[in-house]
């Protein structure tokens, strides 16, 4: 089925219903806003916590660890109830020491489903009266207050986003907010630190910087450059104050659902980054384009903004006539509606769901021109590819050769990873220069209005790692990077064997273990800066390193594969999808799996997979190779190898 853009006030043909829900025919958008659909969008999310709050506790202990431990006060009367004190939620996920965006995520609850009711003129590029997200969340401390993170406005007053929120509610309660600073995670002085040494930006911990300030950042950097030499301009400046403090008119008790509604208008736009690359909103002839890694869904929306926090979503997407909403999971129904003040041409309001949570940097919702078409696989997985209409046909044309291939690099990933974890997947092509593509949940982002076929084997192996086992903090992107990294050096492995006979023939299966082999040799051999950084230390700067973030975690990967043995390494890899799938996992538990795969358990061969994993992820190397990079690999690989000669490892 094929959905095209058009100027007419008509509705769009058929309203496609993949999940019969209970909108009701023909709601007008005013009613779409109102309180009718809200009460059945609430039992819809009362259903999904149940089910949400039994996973997550299983898989998602990070989401709410920096929540402090609920406190008994004072003397306990025999007879008496003890107190409960209630207090503030931290302002931040981040631990003490974090130099990776230590100003996001925020604790004292747990992010449950999210309501995006957003109503956006793309002429003027700007969210208009009405428009609000409704976030659904449980505390796990009793509350007197709680934060959000939104860059409603910026310094870069051009692409950066420039919004006003009018009215907060909690419960359907009026609620007080306030902007304030972040303070860096841990700060026994508390959030609100009278010192400004406590506010400040920096790429590094300690700040440092003219002051010398030996406190730890509060928030990176938003460079305006990409030069390396320009990367420490900021350290020392304050943080912006972008952190949305919401009081409700009472606590909130610990363990409660509540519903929090953010009303917000003007223009969405683009965060600057800790390498001065930009990410969020960008602006389309036709609309906006969104791909935020790894923190810009702020500069749109109001979340909690850390990986970790993956609420599920619902989309209400309310754009003029003509337009298409793209967002992540099935497209539920499409409304038309009469012309109205707001929309003179009329309107229409697209529905999207999610039932799969989302992490912070992977929530898409691009609005403009756009094919849209769907088709079903064999195993019930819905694929949708989208391309803004202003991109030439010709290329068009290419582009959807290419996206048509994402069902069998499916089923190629699937082999290694075990099911595809969503009931829907996606590709979006938008039109702006973002300069990089990404792997938001079901819908694939690819911006300047072109398609590669090995990055989609990337972006696509990110459906499992980074979307549903989603890193517990910045600082392991190396993990599922280095696995994206990998698909691509499993393509080049597949078209080795592809020349050579095909997946059925020994010469071809010999082809693809031989180019794997020569992939990483190659990487190994490199003198560049694979080996100076760490991959699990990053700072801001070299985040998105190629070298330390992508390559040499890939490299690491294929010397796993030796070391366990393919179909080991496989086994694996389907394990800590099963274990984690849905929630987060951090560095010490993804080793373990690999530990668990490995066949020789001895207590030698053992501490050698520890020291290798030391070596890969978290050494970082004086400059030059050689003998300055890891001196463990595997067998059949370059370098000293990881077995003796009898199979063990002392
Ligand atoms: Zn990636």
């Known amino acids: ?68 431990a609920r406190t008994v006060l004072g003397t306990v009367a025999s007879t008496g109830p003890a107190a409960v004190v209630c207090s503030a939620g931290a302002h931040t996920l981040g631990t003490l020491g974090d130099r990776l965006y230590p100003d996001t995520g925020n604790g004292g609850y747990r992010s449950v489903h999210t309501n995006v009711d957003m109503v956006y003129a793309a002429a003027t590029n700007l969210f208009l009266a009405g428009n609000n997200v409704e976030l659904t969340d449980q505390a796990t401390q009793c509350l007197t207050s709680f934060s959000l993170d939104f ?61 010398d300030n030996p406190l730890p950042p509060a928030c990176s950097p938003e460079l305006t450059s990409t030069k390396a030499s320009l990367q420490n301009v900021q350290n020392g400046d304050q943080c912006p104050a972008n952190k949305l403090v919401i009081t409700p008119s009472k606590p909130i008790p610990s363990g409660a659902t509540f519903t929090t509604v953010v009303s917000y208008t003007g223009r969405p736009g683009v965060h600057h980054d800790g390498d001065g690359t930009t990410e969020g909103w960008f602006r389309s002839s036709d609309g906006g384009f969104v791909t935020t890694e790894p923190v810009a869904s702020e500069d749109w929306m109001p979340l909690n903004d850390f990986p970790t926090g993956k609420p599920t979503y619902d989309f209400y997407d309310t754009v003029g006539a003509g ?69 030439p046909a010709a290329k068009q044309k290419k582009n959807l050769a290419i996206m048509n291939d994402q069902e069998e690099i499916t089923d190629f990933e699937s082999q290694f990873n075990g099911p595809y974890p969503f009931t829907s997947a996606g590709i979006i092509i938008g039109t702006p220069p973002a300069s990089f593509e990404e792997e938001m949940q079901t819908m694939i982002t690819f911006a300047g209005g072109a ?178 990079r890891p001196q463990i690999t595997g067998p059949g690989l370059d370098g000293p190898g990881f077995y003796n000669a009898t199979g063990g490892c002392s």
């Open 1 to 68: 089925m094929t959905f095209r853009a058009h100027s007419e006030v008509s509705p769009l043909k058929p309203v496609v219903v993949h999940r019969p829900r209970s909108e009701g025919p023909r709601l007008t958008r005013e009613t779409i806003r109102g309180a009718l659909l809200r009460v059945s969008v609430r039992v819809a999310v009362v259903s999904s916590l149940v089910v949400l709050t039994a996973s997550v506790g299983l898989a998602t202990p990070v989401s709410a660890s920096s929540a402090p």
């Open 151 to 211: 860059e409603r406005t910026s310094a870069d007053t051009v692409a950066g986003p420039n919004m006003t929120v009018g009215s907060v509610t909690v419960d359907g309660k009026p609620a007080s907010f306030s902007f304030v600073q972040p303070t860096y995670p841990g700060d026994p002085a508390g959030q609100n630190d009278p010192n400004p040494a406590a506010h400040e930006v920096s790429q590094t911990d300690p700040v440092g910087g003219p002051k």
């Open 323 to 391: 337009l298409t909403a793209i967002a992540n999971g099935i497209l539920v129904s499409i409304t038309p509606h009469p012309a109205d003040s707001e929309f003179a041409d009329g309107s229409t309001t697209w529905h999207w769901t999610s039932a799969a949570p989302i992490a912070s940097y992977l929530v898409e919702d691009s609005i403009g021109y756009y094919t849209l078409s769907e088709h079903t696989g064999p195993t019930g997985i819905v694929f949708y590819e989208a391309q803004d209409i202003s991109i």
């Open 451 to 628: 398609i590669g076929t090995s990055v989609l084997y990337h972006e696509n192996m990110h459906q499992w790692w980074g979307d549903n086992v989603t890193e517990s903090a910045y600082n392991m992107t190396f993990y599922k990077e280095g696995l994206a990294t990998l698909a691509q050096a499993f393509y080049t492995a597949l078209l080795a064997e592809n020349a050579a006979g095909g997946p059925s023939s020994a010469a071809g299966k010999a082809a693809f273990e031989a180019s794997l082999v020569r992939q990483f040799d190659q990487r190994y051999a490199s003198a560049g800066s694979a080996w100076d950084g760490a991959p699990s230390n990053p700072t801001p700067y070299t985040y998105f390193s190629d070298a330390t973030t992508y390559e040499r975690p890939m490299a690491a990967y294929i010397a796993l594969r030796q070391i366990l043995g393919a179909a080991n390494f496989d086994s694996a890899l389907q394990e800590i999808q099963r274990i984690y799938g849905g929630g987060n996992i951090d560095e010490a538990q993804l080793e373990v799996v690999f530990h668990q795969w490995m066949p020789n358990q001895s207590d030698s061969c053992s501490q050698r997979l520890d020291d290798f994993f030391t070596q890969w992820f978290d050494t970082a190397y004086p400059k030059g190779g050689g003998t300055n």
